[in-house]
């Protein structure tokens, strides 16, 4: 039986990959989208997710917006330089048809997980705020969900927006330790593995050269996508962040994991940083003490994530 999946997400040309990866996997059904800050202000993510579902020929799938800020700290940009203003690599797609649900997204994700109990996998692949809204709002989520993989931070590896701070965790660190200290099923996809996996243009075209509605978007959105990582990371091609969470859900044994408690850095010159304690020897009293272990991606057999993507994207629409 398919996995029922939620993604909270904030698109983004590779949340754009990733929604359109789910929606093509025959062992996911997507039950929902909720949206947020982060490559884009949350009403351009709310947007652009019901221009998604109905892309794929599934506007029925519900779309519920969420937080337009972080919990604690000040949303001071998104990330328009790499994603285009509009989210989907400025190709300016016509308005959607649909609407968004009269519904919060913390609100849509307690509803959904409480009446569908140990069935409901989150996928966040943005800022965390809406998680970590829903907790506050029902605390037994972290029993009744079957699991939830985010993609963000990074254990063994510098950040992506500081030297220490992964972009999705840096937006709301608070949030984010809030959902890492939960207790819940957490994988974390961060950049130890998703900067592993590259997509070059020949990859993408391809992809384009299956000739479908779904190729070709993907292809039309990458192109601002892959001049952002030529120019600014001198890479010719992009890493696979968002797609990568989608990948874990459908085959975890794409992913070498270690179990560790996991703490966000909340302020100062680290802030975002996600710290894993990899050592867990610690007997006096701090923070790390008694924390639930996170399921740590530290590596990925890149080759199968990509036949893996390249086997769903291409399906007939």
């Not at 700290?73 to 797609?93: K, Q």
């Amino acid at each position: 039986m398919p996995k029922k999946l939620i993604i909270d997400t904030d698109p983004g040309v590779d949340d754009a990959m990733a929604i359109l990866f789910a929606l093509k996997s025959s062992e996911l059904d997507l039950v929902g989208l909720t949206t947020i800050f982060g490559n884009v202000y949350t009403e351009q993510a709310t947007q652009n997710a019901l221009r998604l579902v109905e892309l794929a020929g599934r506007p029925d799938i519900p779309v519920a917006q969420g937080a337009l800020l972080p919990l604690v700290v000040p949303l001071s940009y998104v990330a328009d330089f790499v994603h285009g203003v509009d989210g989907l690599g400025n190709t300016n797609p016509a308005p959607p048809h649909g609407q968004a649900l009269d519904q919060p997204a913390a609100q849509f994700i307690v509803e959904m997980v409480m009446n569908n109990p140990d069935q409901i996998t989150l996928v966040a692949v943005g800022p965390l705020t809406n998680l970590a809204l829903a907790l506050a709002l029902e605390p037994r989520l972290v029993d009744h969900v079957a699991e939830v993989v985010i993609m963000g931070g990074a254990a063994t590896v510098n950040g992506n927006v500081t030297p220490a701070a992964e972009a999705n965790i840096f937006h709301d660190p608070h949030a984010a330790d809030l959902v890492f200290t939960a207790g819940w099923p957490l994988t974390m996809v961060g950049l130890d593995v998703t900067t592993k996996t590259v997509m070059s243009d020949a990859y993408f075209t391809s992809l384009k050269a299956a000739g479908t509605r779904t190729t070709g978007f993907i292809y039309e959105i990458s192109r601002f996508y892959l001049d952002f990582f030529r120019r600014e990371v001198g890479l010719e091609g992009i890493h696979t962040h968002d797609p990568s969470a989608i990948a874990y859900v459908i085959d975890p044994t794409l992913f070498t994991t270690e179990p560790a408690p996991v703490r966000v850095m909340t302020d100062g010159l680290a802030q975002g940083q996600t710290l894993m304690d990899r050592q867990q020897r610690w007997r006096t009293p701090n923070p790390w003490t008694g924390q639930p272990l996170t399921n740590v991606c530290l590596d990925v057999d890149s080759a199968r994530l990509l036949e893996l993507y390249h086997h769903c994207v291409t399906r007939p629409d």
